[in-house]
């Protein structure tokens, strides 16, 4: 299970994206979170902005979408060249559609989970799906504390996913920093995001190299 490493842009400057990505040359991914202030109290970027983004980096893009017509919009990321577009379960009313015409565009399919979502009704939608997001915060912000609770969640999904070929990458984000990011890895994680953990340090490729070499030993 080869670790990766998705640095959110959403605790670094909106005014320099382009720079957000060069700073973090060793991620694997750049996770890009939409928001929409409906499915979430808080308002980001959208399409034109990330088309600018796929642009200005060669880093793929990780686009997590928190907002409340996936169905509508998920499948355009796709189209303009995102490598990876995330819809939350709470907010797709036809998921299984949704996710096909993702991948029917060339990207990788996700799909998320709040904290207080079980994994267990989606365990037949494994198969559509090239990355399951287990959320270890409410979403909406930056910077808040992680949720223990979620550690069971983590680890029943990966025996779901194991058990159905471990095809299935398990991105965990919320409060992921060098002292939570060992107990993700531990209980079955693989593709972590971290946003504070990285654009808030001095040196966020410095961030990058310490959480992976915590995630490769838990
Ligand atoms: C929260 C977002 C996260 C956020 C994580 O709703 O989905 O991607 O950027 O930030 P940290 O790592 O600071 O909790
Ligand atoms: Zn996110």
Redesign the pocket.
């Known amino acids: 299970m080869a670790v990766q490493i998705s640095p959110?842009i959403?605790?670094a400057d909106f005014a320099r994206l382009a720079e957000a990505a060069e700073a973090v040359p060793n991620a694997d991914w750049l996770?890009v979170?939409v928001?929409d202030n409906h499915f979430?109290p808080n308002l980001t970027l959208g399409l034109p902005v990330v088309e600018s983004l796929l642009k200005a980096t060669s880093m793929p893009l990780d686009c997590?979408l928190?907002i409340e017509d996936p169905d509508r919009w998920a499948p355009s990321y796709a189209e303009a060249g995102a490598q990876s577009v995330t819809i939350h379960a709470e907010a797709a009313k036809a998921p299984v559609r949704t996710l096909r015409q993702i991948r029917s565009a060339g990207a990788r399919a996700g799909l998320a989970l709040n904290p207080a979502t079980p994994v267990e009704p989606y365990e037949d939608l494994l198969d559509e799906l090239d990355m399951l997001l287990l959320?270890t915060?409410?979403?909406?912000?930056?910077?808040?504390k992680?949720l223990d609770m979620v550690l069971p969640k983590i680890r029943r999904a990966r025996e779901l996913i194991d058990r159905c070929g471990g095809q299935v990458w398990l991105q965990v984000?919320?409060?992921?920093?060098e002292t939570t990011i060992e107990r993700c890895a531990e209980a079955g994680a693989d593709v972590f995001?971290?946003?504070?953990?990285v654009y808030?340090a001095e040196d966020p490729a410095r961030a990058v190299d310490g959480l992976r070499a915590r995630a490769t030993r838990g």
């Open positions: 959110s959403l605790s996770h979170d928001m979430v997590h928190m959320m915060v409410d979403p909406g912000f930056g910077g808040q992680f984000d919320g409060g992921v920093s995001v971290a946003g504070n953990a808030g």
